[in-house]
């Protein structure tokens, strides 16, 4: 098999790649569809979708992650828009172009229809932002295109318009199931019911689990696997490592607690860590002062070399960090309230997976991985590295 490395990475990268958008990364990628078929087939078990118009790797993890949402969504009714979106949309073939005045119609009628808990008012203000949202979410991924608009937007007045055009792949958007879906409610019952009636404790799928768990989520700590994943971990760890740098060209850490993959400075993407989001700097800062405090304060790990801090006690640290780093942060994060910015930060970290939230008893449980990423910026003649042989490897510096 042929090093996959770049068209893997485009892959894993973008939600899609379509031909019109980009078209030479397409046709590298249907050229070497064989190749990935194959090795997609015996180590993710995921569907590799080559359309005339687009080729996309469907991307779902065995662990029901934040991070898997639409990121630029914010409340329940952005993705109630979607749907209802994408429902006019269906039968709209190719190059059909529709006016938003229309579609407002369309998804008020339909959800009251439908009898939805969210019935559009589009006096309101939120309720349009919403949609824009939504609107947004389908020009980057190129489901529409905006052929005209009026000077003012919809989302300052209800009465405003614009032209759009359908380009006839929103069929495509959301995941395909082979199994019936409408009794189902929480995110495990999606995971466990596309096995079927196939053994998940042994053969493809545990492999599967694995694989897709180190490609597609940031980090893979010890609950994110089952007892019978853990040990395919554990005694495989030598091939997956060798099979993910031969033919991926990816390193990969696998401690007795936690596996994750390191990525080519070269290859970073928006949505990996680090990344060229001045957010990732923030973090960077978080963890090493979140580090510090666990030292200083001898805050015991358990035996996953997990620890668990009070939700106060990180908190103040995200606010200290940017009273005491004010240098390092742009004028916006700055600027940010209280209770945006905390849940801005607190978000990421949740999503790349440096802490796990536990409601009911207020705390955050932290993850080894945070420290894989520290940051304190110095200047170059003050640098005295050490390195700390902490969880089994060393600590990246910013």
Known sequence: MDNLAKEMGLLLNNFWITKEEH???YYLLKRKQGELRKFIFKNLGSKLIVHDRFIKLEKISNVPSRDQGIEEFVTPMDYTFLFLFLLYLEDKPRG??????ELIEYVKNTAITFELTNIPDW???????SLIRVINYLLKRHVITLKDEDKISFQDDQNADALYEVTGISNYLIPSFDYEIYHLE????FLNNQWGEQDVDHGDIRRYNV???????????RDNLTDSEYDYLKKMHKTIEKELQDFLDLSVEITQNMAFIYMDESTIQKDYFPNTKRLSDII????????NYILSHKVKPKDDETFTVSCQVLKDIILQIRIDKKEYFSKAYLELNTNKYLNEILMAMKNYHFIKEDIESQT???YPLIYRFLGEPRK?????IKQMDLFGGDINEL
């Open 23 to 25: 078209p030479e990364e």
């Open 96 to 101: 059909e172009k529709f006016i938003l005045s």
């Open 284 to 291: 960077l800062l978080i963890n090493s002062a979140l580090m």
């Open 186 to 189: 929480k995110p495990e019952e």
């Open 364 to 366: 955050y449980t932290v």
């Open 380 to 384: 170059k003649e003050e640098i005295n």
């Open 211 to 221: 694989y897709r768990n180190l490609l597609y989520l940031p980090a893979v700590h």
């Open 123 to 129: 006096t309101y203000s939120s309720h349009r932002k």
